[in-house]
């Protein structure tokens, strides 16, 4: 462990300064069909020792802001606009060059797909200590013990005999864990996790989560998880960022946003998740249609053919008029104020949700 | 099978049968060799000896992790696998023996829903193709014509009838859904088995597809076997649940039973991995996280196949007890009325769902040690 700032912060987590501040990040990819918005202007911060969730449908952009945040989309023709800073530091104008120092040692990401993010030909310890490598000064055999260290670390048994296996080798929750362990060992300081748990059984996904979390504590680390999941958002985040249409609709911290949503939007994830807690009388009540294009982004509210309540805005603002995303009433943490994107006054969707949401959930 | 006493299976007098009864039903895959020379492997036990009910109009979840042999038992059901042991009665008949050709009248009655929409509809066919080709096998001319039947069936489902000529990849995810159910619904089966209809879809679009389902169940009368690894799906649609494990039902009781009352560590295991969308709630919940991998459906373990990873197993039981799982393996039967569970050592939790006693009586089953 050459890093020795990490030694620093268990306790003064609370009254730190953001460790990632997103400032107005826009990724536009040109195609032959048009300009294609996957992430139109997404704001946030998140301090170190923190877990933001960022929830939305496929399309909604929440992969795209993973990979901005890595500099993945550098070298290809993506247009990369807005602030990325990390530590102060604006990964945004960075080549591709410098870019390669901060991945994989400061910054750091579990993929989804464990099978298809592991090199079929290279053993799991080779694909590990690689990191560790290009990294650290070190040698082979340091990095071997480093990476049997993390192996065990993230609860394979019998780390050292299975250095040598191959990808095949091991099964879908030990991949995701070898992939947690390539992820962790440079100790990163922002670990970006996207969708890690969607191809687990749920008691691997609890597994998962739980190993998350520890290591979070552990290193202090900021932490960003992409899901789909509302359940894995209540279990595992402090702050979530809502995201439709490559915009984010509404962010809060995680018990304000499940307490008190006010994005019909996200009234309509809510609705339409069946319930394990409890048995619902009721009907679901799904989002009507279906997600919008990126190209063609609806004019006015991105949410605006979807909304079941555009008819409570007068003057037909929601099709006309794009809302900015601002601060709600009764917020009540002054680090992460929930904010809303959405035309309906504050005290209304208040109003509509306790007595028309709130009873149907 | 002596419980239900079926009537000579005389048509007509089928409304006190079970629709669906499998009694012992076993899928095992031949074992592979364990080299170039090696000798023939164990075989796979993907099921064995799967024994449940259906009755009609019913929903059954059929819920475990994956590699439990919850599709497989779906296919062995509906015979799109032989099944290699046990029996399969539809309708009080004997259906395990039939071959393929003797299937196919009873595939109007017994239909099937595919996880993924992409690989399940042939890309080269349109979509009245798709969904007319059950008329065309079964050789059958319905009233006003296939292209106004399908065409019907189609709107019903929520696709816009017009679009009977498109193909597959003119449609989304949750639209190539629908099309797979027109096709299941056409011919006015009395057993659909879905297996994950509903698993590659966005949440949104998931509570349309689930909405569905449901009216369709209403308004036909359809039995279906959901097969799902998403437990807060099955226990909105489903009547009854099994758990399954290695190949094994754990647990089988009614859907609230299971959910308020689980007995079967597996289940307890299960529930409380769960994350629940409520942050209050989910604090308080307890998490039972079990250890180790699933242990290989061509060796399983000796006596209780889930004692390799049972928490109380190991953190509860004495070695006596530890003995008896071991050694003996359990049989699924009834503990209370109705709920037949798979273990030697049951014990009610009634917390885990949402984290607090749900009647606030905890019941210990005694043993029947030997």
């Known amino acids: 462990m050459t890093d020795t700032s990490l030694a620093d912060a268990p306790g003064t987590t609370t009254a730190q300064r953001p460790f990632l501040v997103v400032d107005d990040l826009r990724v536009h990819f040109p195609t032959d069909d048009g300009l294609v918005k996957s992430v139109d202007g997404l704001s946030f911060e998140l301090r170190r020792g923190e877990i933001l969730g960022i929830v939305g449908e496929s399309g909604s952009g929440k992969s795209v802001t993973a990979q901005a945040i890595l500099g993945l989309h550098k ?72 990476t049997i260290e993390m192996l ?78 509302l359940g894995v958002v209540a279990e595992t985040c402090d702050q979530v960022v809502v995201m439709y249409g490559g915009q984010c609709v509404e962010k809060g911290t995680v018990d304000e946003l499940f307490d008190r949503p006010e994005m019909p939007y996200t009234w309509g994830l809510l609705g339409s998740m069946p319930r394990m807690d409890r048995v619902r009388q009721e009907r679901l009540t799904p989002i009507p249609g279906s997600p919008p294009s990126l190209i063609n982004v609806p004019k006015g509210c991105v949410f605006n053919p979807r909304c079941r309540f555009s008819d409570r805005v007068e003057g037909r603002r929601c099709f006309t008029e794009h809302p900015d995303l601002l601060e709600t009433t009764g917020s009540t943490d002054p680090r992460v104020r929930h904010q809303v994107r959405c035309h309906i006054p504050p005290a209304e969707r208040q109003e509509i949700l306790l007595t028309e949401i709130r009873p149907t959930l | 099978m002596t419980t239900t006493a079926p009537q000579p299976a005389a048509s007509g007098t089928r409304s006190t ?128 014509g296939v ?128 994350p629940v969308p409520d942050p209050k709630i989910e604090a308080r919940r307890e998490k039972i996280l079990l250890t180790g991998d699933l242990p290989s459906p061509s060796n399983p373990p000796s006596g209780c196949v889930f004692h390799t990873r049972c928490p109380k197993y190991k953190n509860e039981l004495s070695e006596s007890e530890r003995e008896h799982c071991r050694t003996v393996e359990p049989v699924l039967e009834e503990k209370t009325p109705g709920h037949e569970v798979y273990c030697h050592f049951p014990q009610v939790r009634s917390d885990l769902v949402v984290g607090e006693p749900v009647t606030g009586q905890i019941r210990t089953t005694k043993p029947k040690v030997a």
Not at chain 1, 96 to 107: A, F, K, L, S
Not at chain 2, 45 to 55: C, K, N, P
Request: hydrophobic share 35%; net charge neutral; proline share 5%.
């Open chain 1, 152 to 229: 065990q670390k993230v609860g394979i048994p019998n780390a050292a005999g299975r250095y040598d296996d191959y990808p095949h080798q091991f099964s879908g929750g030990m991949r995701q864990r070898a992939m947690i362990a390539m992820a962790l060992i440079c100790q990163p300081k922002l670990l970006i996790a996207d969708e890690p748990t969607t191809a687990l059984d749920v008691t691997v996904q609890a597994q998962i989560l739980e190993l998350i979390k520890e290591l979070r504590d552990e290193l202090n680390s900021a932490v960003i998880i992409i899901t789909h999941d």
């Open chain 2, 17 to 144: 049968e079970k629709l669906l009864e499998v009694e012992g039903v076993q899928k095992w895959f031949p074992g592979r060799r364990g080299g170039l020379f090696g000798q023939k492997g164990n075989p796979v036990r993907a099921v064995d000896g799967v024994t449940f009910s259906l009755g009609a109009g019913e929903t059954l979840g059929l819920v475990g992790e994956s590699g439990c042999g919850k599709s497989t038992t779906g296919r062995a059901v509906s015979k799109l696998i032989e099944p290699t042991g046990g029996t399969v009665r539809f309708e009080g008949r004997d259906v395990t023996k039939l071959s393929p050709r003797q299937m196919r009248p009873l595939r109007r009655e017994l239909q099937m829903i595919f996880q993924d929409p992409y690989s399940s509809l042939n890309p080269r066919h349109t979509i009245g193709t798709i969904v007319g080709s059950p008329f065309r096998i079964q050789g059958e001319k319905p009233k006003g």
């Open chain 2, 147 to 274: 292209k106004k039947t399908v065409q019907d069936l189609m709107a019903r489902v929520g696709l816009n009838p017009e679009h009977y000529n498109r193909y597959p990849h003119e449609f989304s995810g949750g639209q190539r859904q629908r099309i797979g159910i027109a096709r299941a619904l056409a011919l006015q089966p009395k057993l659909i088995v879905c297996d994950e209809p509903v698993s590659a879809l966005d949440v949104s679009v998931q509570a349309q597809v689930v909405n569905l389902l449901e009216d369709l169940q209403s308004e036909f009368g359809l039995a279906y076997i959901f097969i799902a690894h998403d437990l807060s799906v099955v226990r909105h649609i489903s009547d009854r649940v099994a758990v399954m494990y290695l190949g094994k039902i754990m647990e089988l009781t009614d859907r609230d039973t299971l959910y308020e009352n689980p007995m079967h560590p597996y289940t307890h295991a299960l529930l409380s991995a769960v």
């Open chain 1, 75 to 146: 070298g290809s023709k993506a247009q990369v606009s807005g602030r990325i800073l990390l530590d102060e530091q604006d990964l945004v104008p960075l080549s591709e060059n410098d870019m390669r120092g901060v991945r994989g040692d400061e910054v750091s990401m579990i993929f989804q797909d464990p099978l298809s993010s592991l090199h079929p030909f290279y053993s799991i310890g080779n694909q590990i200590s690689e990191a560790y490598l290009v990294h650290n000064k070190v040698g082979k055999k340091a990095a071997k013990q480093r």
